[in-house]
Every structure is written in structure tokens, then in C-alpha cells.
């Protein structure tokens, strides 16, 4: 099976820009997952998606960020306008909903603020 | 402080040495995650556990759920082995389909 695939893998913008963010998680997966992480600091969980559903949106850091998972397939992170502080990585996991299940993370998308 | 918190933060090991890291969490939790992330790679689950043992291959978890700790062990380690270690949790108030909490990962790093 195809793992949790995310887009673009690097991504370098100018403060004030906007930036999508594409995961693609394992087909079937109900639950996705953004995660971030900021130089030096440990992965922080941003939100959660239960099909096109926000379960729990309580990580994300401010309304400059804006997730959407339509059609419960593919989600988007989108950061607008960005600030120097987004810079980070971000990943992408899904699981399916049994319990008890590993969640699959992504190769992560490497986002530099200029 | 965080809820999560993984030592050493570095480790140097020279090839065939048996290695050791720690992990421990002040919440309860229904499930413990070990993740391996190679430079400029994404993240591989290594194991899921909530209670015991588990063993694959030259790696080694094991989960003390009274203690709210947790080892991972890789026996006769390998240069190969060198990636930065990632100690998750989910909280216990939370069945399937539940968030992770993250220690800030311990680079291991074996030299031949």
C-alpha cells in the first residue's frame, strides 16, 4: 500500500506569502493528523481530522493557519500570511479507526520563511 | 516542562555496543510510540506499545506503565542505526484516533 505522501517536500517563501501544504494519508485512513516541528524544539501536534471532520483543532497556533480535508481524502495547510516563526517541518500521519492502530507519518514538508 | 521527556538527548556509540534510551511521560496513556527519523527523512514507527516487551529485529522496547517510563535497546548496533530517536504518546483520556505527544528525539549517532 501506497504510505502517507505529502507536497511539496521543501518549500522556501518570503514573510508575508502564502503556502499550501498537501498530505495525502492512506487510502481508507479516516484520521489525519498535522504535526509540526520548530527548530530545536520537540514535534508538536497542530490538528486532527476524522474523515472531513476537525476532531480537535486545539494545536493550532493562530488563525493564519487553515486546514482542509474536503471530501475526507487529501488535506491542505495553508499559512497566510507566514511569519519567520512558521519555519519548521511539517507532517502528515494518518491511521485507520480501528483501535489500537499506529499512526503512519509522512516524510514531512521542510517550510523556510525568508 | 514537557509531558514527554526522552535522555540521553545525544548519544555517541562506537559500532557492536549495546545501546539505551530513555523515555519518560507524566501522563496516563493508552499507547506509547518509539520513532525513528534519518536526516532529511520522514518517520518510521518503530513500535506501539502499552504494556511488556516487543522485539524486532536488534531492537528492543519495553514499557513499565507503573513507572510511566519506557527504554528502547538496540543490541549489537550499527552505523546504520545513526537517526534521531522520537519517544510519542497518547493520552489515555483518548481511545483510537487520538493525537501524540512528542519528547524532542535523542540523536544517536554509531561510529565504525
Known amino acids: 500500500e501506497a504510505g502517507v505522501t505529502q507536497f511539496p517536500s521543501h518549500s522556501v517563501i518570503e514573510k508575508g506569502q502564502t503556502v499550501t501544504l498537501r498530505c495525502d494519508p492512506i487510502?481508507?485512513?479516516?484520521?489525519l493528523y498535522w504535526y509540526r516541528r520548530v527548530m530545536g524544539k520537540e514535534i508538536k501536534f497542530l490538528l486532527h481530522f476524522v474523515k472531513e471532520s476537525k476532531q480537535d483543532e486545539s494545536g493550532m497556533p493562530n488563525n493564519r493557519f487553515l486546514a482542509e480535508r474536503t471530501g475526507g481524502t487529501y488535506s491542505t495547510l495553508k499559512v497566510q500570511p507566514a511569519e519567520l516563526e512558521d519555519s519548521g517541518v511539517y507532517f502528515c500521519?494518518?491511521?485507520?479507526?480501528?483501535?489500537?492502530?499506529?499512526?503512519?507519518f509522512g516524510d514531512g514538508t521542510r517550510l523556510s520563511i525568508l | 516542562k514537557n509531558e514527554v521527556e526522552q535522555s540521553p538527548q545525544n548519544l555517541t556509540a562506537q559500532e557492536g555496543e549495546f545501546i539505551t534510551i530513555n523515555c519518560s511521560y507524566s501522563?496516563?496513556?493508552?499507547?506509547l510510540h518509539w520513532l525513528q527519523q534519518h536526516p532529511g527523512g520522514g518517520i518510521v514507527s518503530l513500535f506501539m506499545?502499552?504494556?511488556g516487551k516487543k522485539k524486532h529485529g536488534r531492537l528492543i522496547a519495553t514499557i513499565n506503565i507503573q513507572e510511566k517510563h519506557s527504554s528502547l535497546h538496540i543490541t549489537a548496533s550499527h552505523p546504520r542505526d545513526s537517526a534521531v530517536y522520537i519517544c510519542a504518546v497518547r493520552a489515555f483520556k483518548e481511545t483510537s484516533g487520538s493525537r501524540l505527544t512528542f519528547g524532542e528525539g535523542t540523536q544517536l549517532t554509531v561510529n565504525p
Open positions: 500521519a494518518s491511521s485507520d479507526d480501528r483501535a489500537r492502530q499506529p499512526q503512519h
Open positions: 487510502s481508507g485512513h479516516d484520521n
Open positions: 501522563v496516563g496513556i493508552s499507547a
Open positions: 506499545l502499552s504494556s
